[in-house]
């Protein structure tokens, strides 16, 4: 019943079975998604402002916001660990991608959008959080919300983790600094966009130990071209 423009979503089941992790989205309007000019009759936010991870217990039918969350912090895209563990992409790190140094915000991007936000830091991607350009990382933490670690320091952004049968944690990682129109002011269904070769597949242990990348990040299982092959090779 709340008045609040909100969003629940990216909801996961325990292994167990006994509770389910989401997370709900607060923004300040809405806007109805039409791709391609089709009105699909439905309303999407375009920028979120807060996020918090909430944990729904099936047993008693209660749910509850994980609590120890900074304010303002945008957690998303929880996952399960364990029954009592979850993994989830957070900016509450407070820290920005590296930026190129060199020009690499000048001109237009390939949808004519100019590349520079936040003058004069000219920073080449947008964000709706307030704070420019705040990286998303994995952080792990207890369903009581205690113990929070950031697990992936190192990365740029990094989304959408999964949790493998051994423990490992597969992700998107962002290794560029360019508009990749998640959460910006600027993209949505409507506007979608993501720049070529810029996500990577990477993986990590559930320490944030043992780092690698999986696909992309000149690790790619495709061969581009014939010609990198001795003269005659063939295909099997």
Partial sequence: ????????????????????????GLGNTLVPV???????????????????????????????????????????QPEWLSNDKIVFASNRGNTYPFKFPW???????????GRCFNAPYCVSQEYGYGLEARSMQLWTMNIDGTD???????????????????????????NAHENKNFDASSGNSNNAGTAANKWWLCRT????????????????????????????TTGA
């Fill in 34 to 76: 039409t791709p391609e000019g089709i009105d699909l009759g439905i309303l999407e936010i375009p920028v979120l402002t807060d996020a918090q991870l909430w944990v729904h217990d099936l047993t008693t039918g209660k749910s509850a916001p994980i609590p120890h969350r900074p304010p303002q912090a945008i957690d998303r």
């Fill in 1 to 24: 019943n709340s008045k609040a423009i909100c969003v629940a979503q990216e909801a996961r089941v325990s292994p167990d079975g006994t509770k389910i992790v989401y997370s709900v």
């Fill in 205 to 232: 242990d559930g320490n944030g130990a043992d780092a690698t990348v999986i696909l992309n990040g000149h690790k790619t299982s495709l061969i581009k071209t014939h010609e990198w092959l001795p003269h005659g």
């Fill in 103 to 113: 020009g690499a915000h000048q001109g237009l991007d390939q949808y004519g959008n």
């Fill in 148 to 174: 929070a670690r950031n697990i992936t320091p190192h990365e740029n952004n990094a989304l959408a983790p999964a949790v493998m049968t051994n423990g490992d944690i597969v992700y998107s990682c962002w």
